[in-house]
């Protein structure tokens, strides 16, 4: 049976977008959700015939905690995949659900919403992409594959971040491959 795959994202969904074209994987995406109501992601979803609902943070963030795991679990995943979201998920969300994110940085070196820039800031020759399993800290869960990714001279935050998301497509489908196996045992 497929793995069935709920994907976060808030903004362009490049990487959701690979995901729902890997058709060499044995998964399916069963939704696609986010905290973005203008996000591009809704509209791929959309285009791709994938159910999508946004969830946007209202005044209360324990409202919105209750209603991201509630809407998941809806959709019964078997894996959860944050690609590009922007939000710190609730404990009670990464406990029930496994969940990867994919991070534009060499974790545990530059954690956080503004990895690119840190990396520039810090004058770094190497930085990439990092796919790890999410606990409950930011960005502090265990490592599943990295990417390295040179910084170039004259590049700013753009076209460094954009050099990362061009390996991070491939590095997310890859390692959905690596570990789909291993989750089965889960299932
Ligand atoms: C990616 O670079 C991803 O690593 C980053 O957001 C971008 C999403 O791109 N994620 C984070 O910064 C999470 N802290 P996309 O919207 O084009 O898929």
């Not at 209603?67 to 679990?73: F, H, R």
């Not at 994110?101 to 530059?110: A, E, G, R, V």
Request: proline share 7%.
């Amino acid at each position: 049976m497929a793995c069935r795959l709920v994907i976060l994202a808030s903004g362009t969904g490049t990487i959701a977008q690979a995901i729902i074209d890997a058709h060499e994987l044995d998964i399916e995406v069963v939704a696609v959700l986010s905290d973005q109501v203008a996000s591009q992601v809704l509209e791929r979803a959309r285009t791709a015939g994938i159910p999508n609902e946004c969830i946007p943070v209202g005044n209360s963030r324990n409202q919105w905690n209750s209603e991201i795991i509630e809407k998941t679990a809806a959709f019964e995943p078997d894996l959860v995949v944050s690609a590009g979201f922007m939000r710190i998920l609730p404990p009670d969300f990464v406990h029930r659900f496994p969940t990867i994110n994919i991070h534009p940085s060499l974790l545990p070196d530059f954690p956080g919403a503004h990895a690119v820039r840190d990396a520039l800031a810090a004058g770094v020759l190497t930085t990439g992409s990092t796919v790890h399993w999410v606990d409950a800290g930011v960005d502090t869960g265990p490592i599943i594959t990295q990417m390295q990714v040179p910084v170039l001279p004259g590049d700013d935050e753009i076209t460094l971040h954009e050099r990362i998301k061009k390996i991070e497509r491939g590095l997310m489908v890859t390692t959905i491959a690596l570990i789909l196996p291993t989750l089965e045992q889960h299932v």
